[in-house]
Structure formats: structure tokens, C-alpha cells
């Protein structure tokens, strides 16, 4: 019984840890219909910032300022919003399409510098020995980590209440009404760039915020983490919980997490011992189901009512007329 | 009657679980690697040997009276997914150690969240970076780590002893793959070869796949190296020594164990490696339990190893299953503690790699005798930072075939360490 909390506690650790992310695409897809696929870039800034503004002198890479916790991860937020306004500038003005290729080109080159300037990041040898918040007034590694999971809560409800209120905001409404109608919103004086700018730079700082969070929970990094394919799972995180929602960024981020992690052990179960070396091929074709299914039965996801803001009456008011 | 259909089949599901788990008394070890993936190919062999090896302990008797389980999980080659599982392993299915992972970024990450912070122990049979050693030089490992691949250190001195005093070079070049063993290996020979007075006149990384190496190749020919050494895996190393060559470089060459292998001297050629190859090897890949091993594994699935790290996978689920087995274990501190028991003891009873050998330790470990395993990818010394010490074999290419010349004790690589005033 004690394991299942055990395991539980972790696995809700790294969930809310993807959560995050979830929500900050859900600002940057769901409201403003940015359409970035180099999330991955971001949270390695994020992680990479904090582990070196928060490690104590080590060898073979930058670092030993052992900044506190709190300093650190807020290091870690500005760099990736700065990351994030670099790539934003050039390209936000440009059509949907070019700020994908910049974003995926941006997260493969972030990936890149990881493994190749070691004497910043390590190379592939990593940064070890992150620290986490009062490690050392923990005995047992699940009391430890029930605190890391209350601390992970109360950042996920701080970034999801503050999410609601911006969104609920003119300053939201605005976002959508650039992401139904670029033109329109601009013809009433919106200045269409400079809030998808806003947007992305916030959606970004979160995804670094969540990096920072995963560097200090496992402790150590390298770059075999800033593969294309947490891009692709935070993607599927926010499309199964309905994009546009917020809720819905977050349910999705746990369930798919659960999907992502339990089906590997589900089909490890059921399958006898001498074909189990394929089981990781099975458990990917589970995944890819269900998410096919999701999307077929639930094409805006579990929570995704999308609340547009123009479209909705406009169409009600042609069909009056009609 | 959708959901009728659904329940039943939820039911039998819950029923058919536990079932089988109340069969037998079973003894459980986790093993974590990468089944899909970019290491998903070599992944998937490795544990067809972990199986083996597992296979061969319950017919010679299981351990401790109950039968050895593996639980397999897949790491997808992703450090988030692999902690995941690890964590799944040690809490749910309570494993008190666990066989994995290859590369040694997910392996570092399984270390530090999971395996260390449980007091459970964890043997890599393919993670060489030595950022490990490190971790475990300064208390952060706990003592639960070990791993079944050499450790580049030893090597890298050995090689430089061989430029040094044997092919007598005063300058060489440097090509490697930047990954953790290429840039372990690497460094550690930098270190060494400079340490004798001798100059590395480029080192020069490379990032795999790609179709050209010419402009890594140009930047290692400055500086007029008197040698090559070219730290990489076969297919890429033949590219670049084909481009070395075509380039006028000097032709002597320093090559590491990856590039041990016939098919690399048959893709460059032997006419250009005759006599100008000086290689390295942990030598201990010749044990007695080896071909018993090879020709197991080959009656059980039908092909012979296609694999690196498929002899130190089965050699990791043996050390745990023996050390469980010597200190009657079901954790992994208990583990931690006898795993040098049934390895280094020099009063042990050779044990090898085969059913007939398992059936021995079993016998003597009930008798209170001391046993000493073989273990097919090297006799298995660990030292206190949990890295696989033992001999080096030197050897160079005649008539196209590759010929071992010299074997160095770890005495005669502990010595040279030392007086090169390394640590």
C-alpha cells in the first residue's frame, strides 16, 4: 500500500510537471493559435538555466554561483522568456507556418548546443548534483517527496489561477479575437503582434518554469531529455484535455502521462515473458490508439469548449437573417 | 450490453493477474531498457541474454527457494519515461534491484531519483561516463551502483602507455564520437599521453550519421600528427579512416575496443591496417564462461550475439541473482553488501556461466563455502566507486586478422596510473 502512495506521489510530480507545460501551450495554441512545436527548446533553457545558476562548482561545465532555489528558477523563467522574445520577434509577424519551422529548428538547435558546448552545459556527460528546496529536512525519500508534490500543487494552482484571470481578462479576449480573426481584431486598433508576442513569451516562461522543476526533481540533465518527443507528448497532453481549456491542459497532461507510463506496464503484464522484448512496440501502438480514438470520439478534447468570442454570434446573426 | 461486455472483460483481466503472481513464490528484479527507441535494437537483445540468464538460474533451482523473476520495462531511450518505470519497479513490484539502463544519461537520471534515494541497487551493463565515478566519489550513490561495462579510465591510460613506450609516438591526433564514452575515452587518454611529455596535436569530436567526415579529418591532419587515434563505433570509423587515408594522413593507427572487430578491419581494408594498428581491449572478454554463454544463448533463440553490452546484461541479472542468493536477500542494501562476496573472493570456487555453475554456487553457498563467478564479459571486479576493473589486452592487425599481442594486469595499469600522477 505504501509503494502505490510512493509511486503515486512521483508519478503526480512529474504530471503536474508536464501540467505546466500543458498550460503554457494552451495560452500560446488554445488562445492565441500559436502553433509552436519546439516546446522541448524552451524547457531546456529552463532546465539548463537552473542547473547552472543552482549547482555548486563542478568540472566540466559552467556553473558553482549555487544561487537559492527560488532565485534560480526564476533565473531559469527570465532566460527562456528571453529565448523565447529572440525567436518570437522575426517571426511573429510572419504567417502560422513559419513560426512552426522556427520553433522546431529552435528546439533541434537547443539540442545541439546542449550536447556539443560542454563547457556550458557538460555535453553529453550532463549536469549532476542539482540541488532540490530543503532537501536536508527530509529523512525518507517519500516525505521528501509528498513536500516536492505540495510544492508542485501549489505552483500549478498559482500558474493555473493566474492563467484564468489573464484569459478572463480584456487582455484575453483580445487573444482570441486574434486567433478567430487576425483582420478584424486589427481593424478596431489591436495591435495583432505585439499581444501574440505577449502570449508566446508567457507560454514560453512557463515551459522554462517546468524545466527548471524537472531539473531540481530528478537532478541531473542531458541532452537524451530534449528529444522531439516531449514536444509531441505535451502536444497530445493539450489536444486529449481540450485546448482552449485550462482545466482541460491539465486533466490531459495527467491522463496521457498515465497512458504514456501505464501502458508499458499493462502490456508487460499480459504478455508472456518470451515475447516481452516487444512489448515497447505494443505499448506504442496503445498509445497511438487511444490517442486516435480521443480524437475521433472528442475531436476538442475532454474539456476543450472553446469559448470564441466572435465567430459564435456572428454565425447566429447571419442565420437570423437568413 | 456494451458495458456488461466491458465489465467482464475488466473482471477477467483483475482476476488473471493475481492468479498468476500466487503461483509460485517468486523473487523479482527489475530490468529497465531501451526496447523502442534509438538504442530500441540493442535494447531488445540485451534482455533476450538478461532472460537467459534468468532462464538458466530457475532451472538450476531459482533463488533462495523461490523462482527468479524479471520484470521487464521499456525505457523508450527517454529519461522521464525510464524514471517512471524505475520508480514503478521499486515501489509496486517492490524489485530490490534493478538491470539497467544503456545510455548513460537515462541511466544518471534513474541513479539520482530513483534507485539511490530507495536504497535499491542498480547495474548498468552499458553506461561508461565517468561522471558516475564521480557521483560515487563523493558519497552520492550510496554504494548501490554498479555497472558490468569497463570503465573508460583504464583504457584511455592503457593506450597512451602503448603510443608511448610501444609504437614510441610523440605526436598523435584525436577523432572521437562526442557521446560519453567517446569523450571519456578521449580525455582520459589526453590526460595520460600528455602526462609522459608527449603531445595530442587535435582532438576532434564528431556527431554520428553523417555521410562526410572530410572536415573533422582536415582539422585533425594539422598540426602533422604522427598517428590517429579514432575513438568511434565501426560504420563511422570506416567513413573517417577511409577519408584519413585518402587525405595523406600518417599512417599509424591507435584504435579502442569498439573498433575491435573484423568487420571494421574488412571495411577499411587490411592492406592499409597490416602491421599499423596498435589497439586496446578490456581483456577480460575471454573468460571460460563465454562460449558456455554464447552457445546458450545461441540454443534458446537461434542466433548467435549481435549485440555490444549483451554479455554484460546477462553478467548484471547473474551478479544479483548470486549475491541474493550468498546473503539470502530480499533488499537491496542486503544485495549492495554481498555483491563483492561472490566476485572478488580469491578463495572462491570458480563458478561459470551455465546452469551446471548455478547449481554449484547453490550448492556451496548452502554448505557456507565461498564461490567466485566468472562472468562471460570479464571476471567482475568492482571497485569501491562500483566500476568493473580488470585486464587490458593490446592488439594489432597481421595479414588482414586481428591478433592479440600483450595482456596488462590491472596491477600494470594501477602502476602506470600512478606514476603518470593520475588519479
Redesign the interface.
Known amino acids: 500500500m505504501i ?2 502512495i ?2 503515486i506521489v ?2 503526480l510530480i ?1 504530471a503536474s510537471i508536464y501540467a505546466i507545460m500543458a498550460l503554457g501551450l494552451n495560452l500560446q495554441w488554445g488562445y492565441t493559435g500559436l502553433f509552436n512545436i519546439g516546446i522541448v527548446g524552451f524547457f531546456a533553457v529552463g532546465a539548463y538555466t537552473f542547473s547552472i545558476l543552482a549547482t555548486p562548482d563542478q568540472v ?1 561545465h559552467l556553473g558553482g554561483y549555487n544561487w537559492p532555489f527560488l532565485l534560480a528558477l526564476l533565473g531559469a523563467m527570465v532566460m527562456s522568456g528571453i529565448v523565447a522574445l529572440i525567436v518570437g520577434v522575426p517571426t511573429l509577424r510572419l504567417r502560422d507556418d513559419y513560426l512552426a519551422i522556427a520553433t522546431i529548428g529552435i528546439a533541434v538547435s537547443i539540442q545541439l548546443i546542449a ?2 558546448l ?1 563547457w556550458l552545459t557538460g ?4 549536469i ?2 542539482i540541488p532540490q528546496p530543503l532537501a536536508n529536512y527530509f529523512s525518507s ?1 517519500l516525505g ?1 517527496n509528498l513536500f516536492f508534490l505540495g510544492m508542485m500543487m501549489f505552483i500549478l494552482v498559482l500558474v493555473y489561477v493566474g492563467l484564468e484571470r489573464m484569459v478572463n481578462s480584456p487582455w484575453g479576449r483580445v487573444l482570441m479575437a486574434i486567433r478567430e480573426d487576425e483582420t478584424a481584431a486589427g481593424s478596431v486598433g489591436k495591435n495583432a503582434f505585439s499581444y501574440r508576442l505577449q502570449s508566446f513569451v508567457i507560454g514560453a516562461v512557463l515551459m522554462g518554469l517546468s524545466g527548471a522543476l ?1 531539473a531540481s ?4 540533465i ?4 530534449f ?1 522531439p ?2 514536444t509531441f507528448q505535451v502536444w497530445a497532453m493539450l489536444i486529449v484535455g481540450g485546448s482552449g481549456s485550462n482545466l482541460g491542459a491539465i486533466v490531459g497532461a495527467v491522463l496521457v502521462w498515465a497512458l ?2 501505464g501502458s ?2 499493462v502490456v ?3 504478455l508472456p ?2 515475447i ?6 505494443i ?2 501502438i496503445v498509445i497511438g490508439l487511444v490517442l486516435m480514438l480521443a480524437l475521433l470520439f472528442r475531436p476538442r478534447g475532454l474539456l476543450g469548449e472553446r469559448k470564441e468570442v466572435a465567430a459564435e454570434e456572428t454565425k447566429s446573426k447571419i442565420s437570423n437573417i437568413q | 450490453m456494451r458495458k456488461t461486455y466491458l465489465g467482464l472483460a475488466v473482471s477477467v483481466a483483475l482476476g488473471a493477474m493475481p492468479l498468476a503472481a500466487h503461483a509460485a513464490c517468486t523473487s523479482p528484479i527489475g530490468v529497465v531498457m531501451p526496447l523502442t527507441g534509438s538504442l530500441g535494437v540493442l535494447g531488445q537483445e540485451n534482455v533476450k541474454t538478461a532472460q537467459l540468464a534468468a532462464a538458466q538460474f530457475n532451472k538450476a533451482g531459482g533463488i533462495n527457494g523461490c523462482t527468479l523473476q524479471l520484470k521487464i520495462a521499456d525505457s523508450q531511450t527517454q529519461p522521464a519515461i525510464a524514471v517512471d518505470a524505475a520508480k514503478k519497479l521499486v515501489d509496486i513490484s517492490h524489485v530490490p534491484a534493478i538491470v539497467g539502463a544503456l545510455s548513460s544519461g537515462v541511466s544518471m537520471a534513474i541513479l539520482t531519483s530513483v534507485t539511490a534515494p530507495s536504497k535499491v541497487v542498480q547495474i548498468s551493463p552499458g553506461s561508461t561516463s565517468p561522471a558516475f565515478t564521480q557521483l560515487a566519489k563523493e558519497g552520492k550513490t550510496g554504494g548501490y551502483w554498479f555497472r558490468t561495462a569497463p570503465s573508460d579510465a583504464l583504457q584511455g591510460v592503457a593506450m597512451a602507455y602503448v603510443a608511448h613506450s610501444q609504437a614510441k609516438l610523440k605526436r598523435v591526433a584525436v577523432i572521437y564520437l562526442n557521446n560519453p564514452y567517446g569523450i571519456g575515452l578521449a580525455n582520459r587518454f589526453k590526460q595520460a599521453f600528455t602526462a609522459y611529455g608527449d603531445t595530442v596535436t587535435a582532438m576532434v569530436p564528431y556527431n554520428p550519421k553523417q555521410p562526410s567526415y572530410r572536415s573533422e579529418v582536415t582539422q585533425a591532419l594539422q598540426g602533422n600528427p604522427q598517428a590517429l587515434f579514432l575513438v568511434g563505433y565501426p560504420t563511422e570509423g570506416a567513413t573517417i579512416m577511409r577519408e584519413w587515408i585518402s587525405n595523406g594522413g600518417a599512417n599509424t593507427y591507435l584504435f579502442p575496443d569498439a573498433l575491435n572487430s573484423p568487420q571494421f578491419v574488412n571495411n577499411v581494408g587490411a592492406k592499409y591496417l597490416d602491421g599499423h594498428v596498435w589497439g586496446t581491449v578490456p581483456g577480460s572478454t575471454k573468460t571460460k564462461s563465454l562460449p558456455l554463454v554464447k552457445a546458450a544463448f545461441k540454443r534458446m533463440y537461434g542466433h548467435g550475439f549481435t549485440q555490444p553490452y549483451d554479455t554484460n546484461t546477462y553478467d548484471a541479472v547473474a551478479v544479483i541473482a548470486l549475491a541474493m542468493e550468498a546473503g539470502k536477500c530480499s533488499t537491496g542494501t542486503c544485495i549492495k553488501d554481498h555483491i563483492r562476496d561472490v566476485t572478488e573472493n580469491p578463495k572462491g570456487t570458480p563458478i561459470l556461466a551455465s546452469i551446471k555453475g548455478f547449481k554449484k554456487a547453490r550448492m556451496l553457498l548452502a554448505e557456507g563455502k565461498p564461490i567466485r563467478y566468472i562472468g562471460a564479459s570479464g571476471t567482475l571486479q568492482f571497485n569501491k566507486y562500483g566500476d568493473v576493473t580488470g585486464p587490458e589486452v593490446v592488439w594489432r592487425v597481421k595479414k588482414g586478422k586481428i591478433v592479440d599481442v600483450e595482456t596488462m594486469s590491472p596491477g600494470q595499469i594501477a602502476k602506470i596510473t600512478k606514476e603518470l600522477g593520475l588519479k
Open positions: 509503494g502505490w510512493s509511486y512521483f508519478f512529474l566540466g550536447n556539443n560542454s555535453g553529453p556527460q550532463g549532476y548534483n525519500n521528501y524537472y526533481f530528478i537532478k541531473y542531458s541532452p537524451t531529455l528529444m518527443i516531449l504514456w507510463t508499458g506496464t508487460q503484464w499480459l515473458a518470451d516481452q522484448v516487444k512489448g515497447g512496440a505499448q506504442i
